[in-house]
């Protein structure tokens, strides 16, 4: 969480990345006719995102590559038609950056923080789009309610402490896809006793956009048994 988040009449410290080259052919290779919306997504992240402290100032200069994009090349992987429930949405990542690129797909934000859900909650209004619904919640309070095709969680919690959090949200054959850093296999191995509690499949380390972007996204992706 940035130091700098209570200033409201802060402005970014740092220029916001340029949308041009590789990042460019993979933004419009991700959002297509949705491409405008995905950079006025950007602009609030690197405005009232930073103002309002959901995210840090340092982040400005990658947010394509670390964040949008970075989130975006998930997109491509969900199921035509499907329902997601994105965990810890925060600054709506993944959930807004996937809900631009796969305007097919239903998503639910769910966020127990009353500052990010009306930060959340003002810039789906803004962008205008109808796939995207905002829960205040914390996972585990919604577990009766939500039955998504696939959860996404990014920087919530370790993986051991994440299955408990996320299967239950789960449909019976859908997929849990987890952004994690290059720990993805330690995490996995730390985490034997909720893979088994959950009665997940071993999950598998994907990495995505290798082809798009300077540094691939890895996910962390199970099905139950
Ligand atoms: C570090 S932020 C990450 C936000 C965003 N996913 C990202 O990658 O930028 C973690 C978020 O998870 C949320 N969170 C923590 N515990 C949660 C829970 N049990 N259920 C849902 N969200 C939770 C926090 O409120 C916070 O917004």
Redesign the pocket.
């Known amino acids: 969480m940035s130091s700098h988040g209570d200033g409201a009449q802060e402005s970014p410290a740092e220029a916001p990345e340029p949308l041009e080259g590789e990042l460019l052919r993979a933004a419009e290779r991700l959002f297509d006719q949705r491409l405008p919306l995905a950079r006025t997504y950007a602009e609030h992240l690197c405005t009232t995102g930073i103002t309002h402290g959901l995210?840090g100032p340092r982040e400005v200069p990658r947010i394509w590559s670390r964040?949008v994009l970075n989130c975006a090349v998930l997109g491509p992987e969900l199921p035509s038609g499907g329902t997601v429930a994105?965990?810890?949405?925060?600054?709506g990542?993944?959930g807004i950056a996937l809900a631009l690129s796969r305007p097919d797909v239903d998503f639910m934000l769910?966020?127990?923080?009353e500052r990010?859900v009306d930060w959340l909650d003002a810039v789906v209004k803004d962008l205008g789009v109808d796939n995207v619904q905002v829960i205040r919640?914390?996972?585990?309070e919604v577990s009766d309610e939500v039955m998504a095709d696939v959860v996404t969680?990014?920087?919530?919690?370790s993986l051991k402490k994440l299955i408990p959090?996320t299967v239950p949200l789960l449909d019976d054959d859908g997929e849990l896809m987890l952004?994690k850093g290059r720990s993805a296999a330690e995490e996995i191995a730390a985490a034997g006793k909720a893979i088994k509690k959950a009665r997940l499949q071993t999950p598998r380390v994907q990495l995505l956009g290798e082809d798009m972007l300077p540094e691939p996204t890895t996910v962390v992706r199970a099905r139950r048994r």
């Open positions: 995210l964040h994105d965990v810890g949405s925060g600054a990542l993944p769910i966020e127990p923080m990010r919640a914390r996972a585990e969680a990014r920087a919530v919690s959090l952004l």
